[in-house]
């Protein structure tokens, strides 16, 4: 379990995370990450991405699953999280074949779900999560609410989350 701890400023927490992340793939090489995107996370994966080039052996068999994604948007848009993971993590660690993301743009979205879902079931459990803190609190695409949904969904976006920076990039 971790312990709470308190930093500075973004680059320190950031710094802090991407040390524990590569302790983490140290212990266990083969580790199946769960990853957000957005802001809070980014200089974290710029440092893994940094440790990865110089020693590659870190990565040679993490695995990697997208946390989530906007739907119906094209997958190379430079706004997904798609592009902004292959981007920063994807490419430069060579995790192509090791990387398990949502289509965006799946005909049905429900099944797009549960053929992810059905993957981690088979692949799984998950050994890291990183996750981030939303504009108005939401965490993934789960936005606040008295109950949150526990398995991949198609999620109703609230107007703060629909205005997101990234959609702006």
């Known amino acids: 379990m971790l312990k709470p701890q308190i930093h500075s400023d973004h680059e320190a927490v950031s710094q802090r995370a991407e040390a524990w992340l590569a302790e983490r793939l140290h212990a266990r090489p083969d580790a199946l990450l769960c990853l957000a995107t ?16 110089a020693d590659p052996s870190l990565f040679d068999r993490v695995r990697l699953l997208k946390l989530d994604e906007w739907g119906g948007m094209p997958m190379n848009s430079p706004a997904t999280c798609e592009q902004h993971l292959r981007t920063t993590l994807v490419t430069p660690l060579n995790l192509a074949d090791r990387y398990v993301a949502f289509d965006s743009q799946a005909a049905d979205p429900h099944a797009e779900c549960a053929r992810v879902a059905q993957w981690l079931e088979q692949n799984g459990p998950i050994d890291v999560s990183v996750l981030g803190l939303g504009v108005n609190g939401h965490v993934g695409f789960n936005e606040p609410a008295e109950q949150l949904e526990a398995h991949a969904h198609v999620a109703r976006l609230s107007a703060a989350s629909l205005s997101h920076a990234m959609l702006r990039d």
């Open 38 to 53: 957005g802001a809070t996370p980014m200089r974290t994966y710029q440092g893994l991405a940094a440790r990865g080039a």
